[in-house]
């Protein structure tokens, strides 16, 4: 068996649970919210509190978990207006193993890197075109071809 194909096929499995990775850890909401509704009373009577309700009360507004567990206290965010706003329900976060995709993410890109450094430790000497060059040799090239593009 030729060198260096074990260390690829790891370097393929570690580049891959690299992206699963990435894609588990992507969220549309990263943090606890919770929605509240604004419906202030009306002192004028029914007619004008039903225009009130229809106005204020139907649109959805939210906040994040902590600053509604402030509402009221000194530095809170949220204005007190009394019983006017009003607590509808708590949402979680949509994905509560974030930190494990990234962890994933991070340990298989090392991996990749760890194999990448292996394959070049065990194989100095690359065939490109029938030419076999040392690491040196191909350190100088890529540096000669960085030059020329700046």
Same mark, same amino acid.
């Given at each position: ?6 260390? +690829?096929?790891? =370097?393929?499995? !570690?580049?891959? =649970? ?20 604004? !419906?202030?009373?009306? =002192?004028? /009577? ?5 225009? %009130?309700?229809?106005?204020? !009360? #139907?649109?959805?507004?939210?906040? +994040? ?35 494990? /995709? ?6 298989? %890109? ?6 990448? %450094? ?6 100095? #000497?690359?065939?490109?075109? /029938? ?6 040799? +191909?350190?100088? +090239?890529? #540096?000669?071809?960085?030059? =020329?593009?700046?």
């Amino acid at each position: 068996m030729k060198q260096g194909v074990f260390e +690829l096929a790891l =370097a393929g499995v !570690c580049g891959v =649970a690299a992206i699963i990775g990435l894609a588990t850890s992507q969220t549309r909401q990263p943090y606890d919210l919770t929605q509240i509704q604004f !419906c202030p009373r009306s =002192a004028n /009577g029914v007619h004008s509190q039903i225009a %009130l309700d229809k106005r204020f !009360c #139907n649109q959805p507004r939210f906040v +994040l978990t902590e600053e509604w567990q402030r509402y009221g206290l000194y530095g809170s965010i949220i204005p007190y207006k009394g019983d006017a706003i009003q607590w509808v329900r708590d949402l979680p976060t949509d994905n509560p193993n974030q930190l494990l /995709g990234y962890g994933i993410a991070v340990i298989g %890109l090392w991996g990749v890197v760890g194999c990448l %450094l292996v394959i070049i430790e065990i194989q100095p #000497n690359f065939k490109v075109k /029938g030419q076999r060059f040392s690491s040196l040799e +191909l350190k100088r +090239l890529f #540096n000669e071809l960085v030059e =020329a593009s700046l």
